[in-house]
């Protein structure tokens, strides 16, 4: 069975740091990327950053040059390093498995990150 257990989130003021981690465990097969998603309330889920295992990354416009994606492909965890942050990053935070089509993706539970002004 296949899990995604994050964490790191909490509440911070702007300015600050912050780091995720998220562990996936089990077997996992046909992985693309691993990434993390937000979603504000009211608002839709959205990608934040991605890694493949080649280490190529993908950041959103909003946190290019503040957040830095990581991963330990041997652990199958990757990490997102949210530095400078600003009150709208309040959000939960999904890490996200994206597989090989037509194999569906795995989505964590979700952590709060709560950045106060």
């Known amino acids: 069975q296949v899990q995604l257990v994050e964490s790191g989130g909490g509440l911070v003021q702007a300015g600050g740091s912050l780091r995720l981690s998220c562990a996936a465990s089990?077997?996992?097969?046909?992985?693309?990327?691993m990434g993390w998603y937000r979603q504000a309330p009211g608002k839709q889920r959205e990608l934040v950053a991605t890694?493949?295992?080649?280490?190529?990354?993908n950041y959103a416009d909003s946190v290019k040059g503040r957040f830095t994606i990581s991963r330990e492909n041997a652990k199958n965890t990757i990490y997102l390093q949210m530095d400078s942050l600003k009150s709208e990053a309040t959000a939960v935070y999904y890490c996200?498995?994206?597989?090989?089509?037509?194999?569906?993706?795995?989505w964590g539970q979700g952590t709060q990150v709560t950045v106060s002004s």
């Open positions: 996200n498995v994206q597989r090989r089509r037509p194999l569906p993706d795995y």
């Open positions: 890694i493949t295992s080649g280490g190529n990354t």
């Open positions: 089990g077997s996992i097969l046909g992985i693309n990327a």
